[in-house]
Every structure is written in structure tokens, then in C-alpha cells.
Nanobody, 113 residues
Framework: QVQLVESGGGLVQAGGSLRLSCVAS????????MGWYRQAPGKQRELVAT????GSTNYADSVKGRFTISRDKTVYLQMNSLKPEDTAVYYC??????????WGQGTQVTVSS
């Protein structure tokens, strides 16, 4: 079992920055890939960024150049140049093996224009 707790969301003006954090506990040795997803009102949940145990990263086209994912014992998502369309609930994920993904409870990010 893996437990994930996100923090760092909030309200920010367009062009501003936020840093999300996700602390994993439990069987953390079994985690391969960690990532962030988001879900805006009325839209499907979408991938934002992922990072492997070895540090390889992957980003959605919509956030490339603005967001940075990093990982030590905590997974971070540094979000710069935020836009109103980045408004969503952001979820931390942890993939264990090839078939199980754990999700955090989510943290709200609101970007005002």
C-alpha cells in the first residue's frame, strides 16, 4: 500500500507560480513512476507530468517549458507562468509495478485572469 498526500495548491494570478508537493508513505520502495494529473471542471482527467525512479520526465504539451517535475523523497511540481486554463484539481500518482496506480486526494489550483 502507498499513501499520497499533496499540498501547495491555492489561488494565484495569471503569470504567477506555485509549487505542489506530494509526500509518499507506505511501500515507497515499490514505486516506479510518480506523476501529476489534473482535472478541470467539466473535463476529463489529464496527464500533466511524470518522473521515473531514474529521473526521466515526461510532460503534457500544454505545460512544457512552464512546469517542472522533480523527485527526491517528495515529488514536486513547480508551475510557472500559470494561465487560467491551468485551473484544476491536481492529483499526485504513484505507479507500482505495471498494474497498480495510487492516487492522492487532490489539491485545488485556481489561476485568476
Amino acid at each position: 500500500q502507498v499513501q499520497l498526500v499533496e499540498s501547495g495548491g491555492g489561488l494565484v494570478q495569471a503569470g504567477g507560480s506555485l509549487r505542489l508537493s506530494c509526500v509518499a508513505s507506505g511501500s515507497i520502495f515499490s514505486i516506479n513512476i510518480m506523476g501529476w494529473y489534473r482535472q478541470a471542471p467539466g473535463k476529463q482527467r489529464e496527464l500533466v507530468a511524470t518522473i521515473t525512479r531514474g529521473g526521466s520526465t515526461n510532460y503534457a504539451d500544454s505545460v512544457k517549458g512552464r512546469f517542472t517535475i522533480s523527485r527526491d523523497k517528495t515529488v514536486y511540481l513547480q508551475m510557472n507562468s500559470l494561465k487560467p486554463e491551468d485551473t484544476a484539481v491536481y492529483y499526485c500518482t504513484a505507479a507500482v509495478g505495471s498494474s497498480r496506480t495510487y492516487w492522492g486526494q487532490g489539491t485545488q489550483v485556481t489561476v485568476s485572469s
